[in-house]
């Protein structure tokens, strides 16, 4: 069973920057980043797999151009690099895990992964 463990996040006044990191302890194939902010649903944010050493991501439209998601395999973990913070990226961040390609978009859907972290808050302010 995967555990995945994230860390970075914190609070940062708008336009500012941070970097969430999860930590997977097994085998992951594909792997997302969600937030959730208080009295909303879970939203995906930024999606990742690799097909031999070529990666490939995917972003919600309201954080493209901001934010990137890369992964060391090496050390098992992948980073969410957030740029240009808005007060409306605050909510809590989950890190999100998959043994499979999710096809046709399915990366957003939460029902489709099986591990997540157990969170770290992002609180920008204006």
């Known amino acids: 069973q995967v555990h995945l463990v994230e860390s970075g996040g914190g609070s940062v006044q708008a336009g500012g920057s941070l970097t969430l990191s999860c930590e997977a302890s097994?085998?992951?194939?594909?792997m997302a980043w969600f937030r959730q902010a208080p009295g909303k649903e879970r939203e995906g944010v930024a999606y990742?797999?690799?097909?031999?050493?070529?990666?490939?991501?995917y972003y919600t439209d309201s954080v493209k151009g901001r934010f990137s998601i890369s992964r060391d395999k090496g050390k098992n973990t992948v980073y969410l690099q957030m740029n240009v913070l808005k007060p409306e990226d605050t909510a809590m961040y989950y890190c999100?895990?998959?043994?499979?390609?999710?096809?046709?978009?399915?990366?957003?859907?939460?029902?489709?992964?099986?591990?997540w972290g157990q969170g770290t808050q992002v609180t920008v302010s204006s």
């Open positions: 999100a895990a998959n043994n499979k390609l999710l096809f046709g978009g399915r990366w957003q859907n939460v029902l489709e992964y099986n591990d």
């Open positions: 097994g085998y992951t194939y594909s």
């Open positions: 990742h797999y690799s097909v031999g050493n070529i990666d490939y991501t």
